[in-house]
């Protein structure tokens, strides 16, 4: 292997204090680099600014694991085996989830097409690069992230029950460790119930707070949203577990007893 790394020692200590590098909770960056020295490197100094630095080697599976997962930002290298880095970069960016991607290139070449519309990547660095600078640029696509989000970067913490977990920062939901699609009014909905555990909630109360509608008129809209969200959560949508019916009343969740081994 023949790139040269800057490698400076990190004073982990000095830099936080001087607020320089501040690791940033709930986020995840995943790494496509199949050459091990750089995807180690990378691994360590990202493990810096997130909770979770995940690596993958090979083309088809780094795909894989880019469009099943929430990530903060994706490094993805060019010159990949069994499928390439444009590749992967046009095909995350025709899914509607919009994640940061910074591309690793070795031949200038192709950066015209990288950044612009036919692939779409964020932003790229050219082999070799120094740390400290492909560091900065991550930082940078978080914040973009975390913008695009319209999420301040202060976390609001995950609600967890027995059989369910709600991460409001992802707006991800699981079911019994399985990840369920909601679209955004079906989670704000769950989302809403679930801050307010057994509190019975009107028709109208809840447009009010969740669609933010201010008048009656509407009320179907939230039977046919409560409806959807139960076939999709519940095991049972005729006999739901988490979201009751109050008949004559209205709707509420009840809790499952929360699951301390997961806390
Ligand atoms: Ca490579």
Redesign the pocket.
């Known amino acids: 292997m023949s790139f040269t790394f800057h490698i400076f020692n990190h004073n982990k200590e000095d830099q936080e204090s001087s607020g320089e590098i501040k690791e940033m909770p709930n986020k995840q960056i995943l790494v496509i680099?199949?050459?091990f020295d750089i995807a180690q490197l990378l691994k360590i100094h990202l493990s810096e600014l997130c909770q979770h630095v995940e690596i993958s080697h090979d083309g088809e599976q780094g795909l894989n694991l880019a469009l099943n997962k929430n990530w903060s930002a994706i490094v993805l290298?060019?010159?990949?085996p069994t499928m390439d880095g444009l590749e992967i970069c046009r095909r995350i960016r025709s899914q509607s989830n919009y994640v940061p991607i910074l591309m690793l290139t070795a031949k200038s070449t192709e950066l015209d097409r990288v950044l612009g519309l036919e692939i779409g990547a964020d932003d790229y660095l050219t082999k070799p690069f120094s740390v400290i600078e492909l560091t900065a640029r991550v930082k940078a696509l978080l914040r973009r992230f975390d913008a695009s989000q319209g999420y301040q970067t202060t976390i609001t913490p995950a609600l967890n029950f027995r059989g369910m977990e709600i991460h409001a920062d992802q707006r991800a939901v699981k079911v019994d460790g399985k990840e369920i699609s909601l679209t955004a009014k079906e989670f704000d909905l769950l989302h809403f119930f679930a801050s307010h555990p057994d509190k019975v909630f009107n028709r109208s109360q809840l447009l009010d707070q969740v669609w933010g509608y201010g008048h009656e008129g509407y009320e179907h809209t939230v039977n046919s949203h409560m409806n959807r969200l139960r076939t999709k959560i519940e095991i049972d949508s005729h006999n739901p577990k988490y979201i009751k019916t109050i008949w004559g009343v209205g709707y509420k969740f009840i809790a499952p007893e929360t699951d301390h081994k997961n806390l």
Request: aromatic fraction near 0%.
């Open positions: 680099e199949d050459e290298d060019l010159k990949l």
